[in-house]
């Protein structure tokens, strides 16, 4: 069986921003069926543009039938489709500036349709963006790169995070799990997980900076592994954050990942922590994703496995 290729940023589970990557091949799509969470997850950019794009295309439809309804509106200028096409926006939007009326039972019937799409359509846009904009995110800021390094005389993963926003998350909790491919006894390729253990893996209040530390001890899936070793097996940090936003009172959660490129063995993350004059603490955000390497006697005492 051909070794598999290395680990890289490109095969990832998740990416940066924590979304999935992985593509979906052979499910029955139905474009519909799915919508409201499609639009809770879109971009605000790109779900203006769609009530946008439905809007007018409603307006230009109902315009159409005011338009061939020869007569059916006072005040509109014979076979003018703009004055039919404005006299439905100011339908749909209940505006009424009292110029154009309906003159018809055909334009009448069509104003009492075009009416309640309006009221319907109203209705749901609001509810949609008040979803949208009210829906709880987490800003929880991972360091770029995760070290293995020694901690209390053992070897240990380490990377921390941090909350970008000025309140609090209560009952803080962090996952970690190790993704990477084996080799079944009956020779089958398979991607099993492992989760590692954490020192601290919840955290009462997060407002600073949190480190994460998985001891690299006989137990851990990492004893005895090496860079070479994670590359081949195209390994995978998975970490997922979940807490409390005290402000509003909302469960957010925040995702992340690591491969083989992103790990650093012999480096320590650099201090971020200090103490004002005055006493207080403070978070250097310039030194958040910095490592420094470790001195060759205390890399060699830290030698994952050993």
């Excluded at 921003?17 to 790109?46: C, E, I, K, M, N």
């Excluded at 339908?91 to 009292?98: R, S």
């Excluded at 921390?160 to 080799?183: G, H």
Aim: charged share 20%; aromatic share 12%; hydrophobic share 45%.
């Amino acid at each position: 069986m051909a070794p598999a290729p290395p680990a890289s940023t490109a095969n990832r589970f998740i990416d940066r921003s924590g979304r999935v990557t992985f593509a979906v091949v052979g499910r029955r799509l139905r474009p519909f069926a799915d919508l409201y969470h499609y639009l809770l997850r879109t971009s605000w950019s790109r779900l203006i543009g769609l009530v946008m794009v439905a809007y007018l295309g409603a307006n230009a439809t109902f315009a159409l039938g005011y338009f061939f309804d020869r007569g059916g509106l006072e005040n509109a200028r014979p076979g003018s489709y703009a004055d039919a096409f404005f006299f439905s926006v100011q339908t749909m939007a209940t505006i009424g500036y009292g110029k154009m009326a309906p003159a018809s039972l055909l334009a009448h019937l069509l104003v009492t349709f075009e009416a309640l799409t309006g009221l319907l359509g109203m209705a749901m846009v609001t509810g949609l963006v008040f979803a949208k904009f009210s829906k709880p995110t987490a800003r929880v800021l991972f360091s770029e790169r995760a070290v293995v390094c020694p901690h209390e005389g053992v070897p240990s993963l380490m990377f921390r995070l941090a909350n970008e926003r000025a309140n609090q998350i209560v009952e803080a909790n962090l996952v970690v799990a190790l993704a990477r491919s084996e080799t079944t006894a009956e020779g089958h390729p398979f991607r099993k997980f492992y989760d590692l253990k954490l020192v601290r893996p919840r955290s009462p209040i997060f407002a600073l900076t949190w480190t994460i530390i998985h001891p690299i001890a006989p137990d851990s899936p990492l004893y005895g592994w090496d860079d070479a070793r994670l590359r081949g097996a195209q390994s995978e940090l998975i970490c997922s954050f979940t807490g409390l936003d005290e402000t509003v009172a909302q469960t957010v959660h925040a995702r992340h990942s690591y491969v083989p490129d992103e790990i650093l063995w012999n480096m320590r993350l650099r201090d971020v922590l200090g103490i004002r004059e005055d006493g207080r603490r403070f978070i250097d955000y310039t030194k958040f994703h910095d490592v420094t390497p470790l001195v060759p006697e205390v890399a060699k005492e830290g030698t994952a496995g050993a």
